[in-house]
């Protein structure tokens, strides 16, 4: 049900945006000589949610082979990003983009155990499993624009990011209890829309943009005595919605 509400919020985002732009009267155009410019450059900030897509083994626990353990997210924890715009004026109405930058989040996922006969669920299993991260992220990206009117144009974009991981751990890290462990590179694609706002000195980008990591990005070694964790999970995926505005 979230991932559904956060695409109905990105269709609805995105239909309110443009039928704003295009509802302007005429008016005077502020000056986009940078715009034009073969190469331009400008600085990014964003808001992130960090969310993962987990597929469940349904493996009976040892300890109680009635029942199995569910992993879910249980919230989304907003995180920032910080990028360096390179921008690379391909033709009319396309762009190449390239973002390098870092971005930091975190995801709490429960535990959920479930009769395996009745599908009953129970109490939440133990703690939260708090897994951090802090990305350093490379996007290569095609923008695809609209007809500008007045001193707004809306936009489209797709691509690429490589992601690689900092925060991931080699060990299992037993003071905070936390024994769920990634790997640090992931490959992801990307997809998103936005507005661009000419303003007399600069212009300023608003975005909204998904992207799905292609990689099972949980390392399947389980944890000496707590083993459970990771055999709850078959495959997990890195899913992140980025909000972002560029000041170019």
Do not use: C
């Amino acid at each position: 049900m979230r991932k559904k509400l956060l695409y109905i919020f990105f269709a609805g985002l995105i239909f309110l945006l443009n039928a704003n732009a295009f509802s302007q009267k005429q008016k005077p155009k502020n000056d986009s000589w940078y715009d034009d410019k073969r190469l331009h450059f400008g600085f990014s900030l964003g808001l992130n949610l960090m969310d993962f897509n987990i597929n469940p083994t349904k493996k009976l626990l040892d300890s109680d082979p009635a029942k199995y353990l569910l992993p879910e997210v249980s919230i989304l924890n907003p995180g920032i990003n910080i990028q360096i715009v390179t921008n690379l004026h391909l033709a009319k109405y396309f762009d190449l983009r390239f973002l390098p930058g870092v971005s930091f989040g975190q995801r709490n996922i429960r535990f959920y155990e479930e009769d395996a006969a009745t599908g009953k669920f129970f109490s939440t299993y133990n703690e939260k499993q708090r897994v951090e991260s802090s990305f350093l992220e490379f996007p290569l990206l095609l923008k695809y624009k609209g007809m500008r009117l007045n001193n707004v144009r809306p936009y489209v974009i797709g691509g690429i990011n490589y992601r690689y991981d900092l925060a991931g751990k080699k060990e299992y890290d037993e003071e905070k209890q936390i024994w769920l462990r990634l790997r640090r590179s992931d490959l992801y694609y990307e997809a998103g829309a936005g507005l661009d706002f000419y303003l007399r000195y600069f212009k300023l980008s608003v975005e909204l943009k998904m992207s799905n990591g292609i990689r099972d990005v949980l390392v399947h070694e389980p944890a000496g005595g707590h083993g459970e964790f990771v055999n709850a999970i078959d495959r997990m995926h890195s899913q992140i919605w980025v909000l972002s505005f560029h000041f170019e």
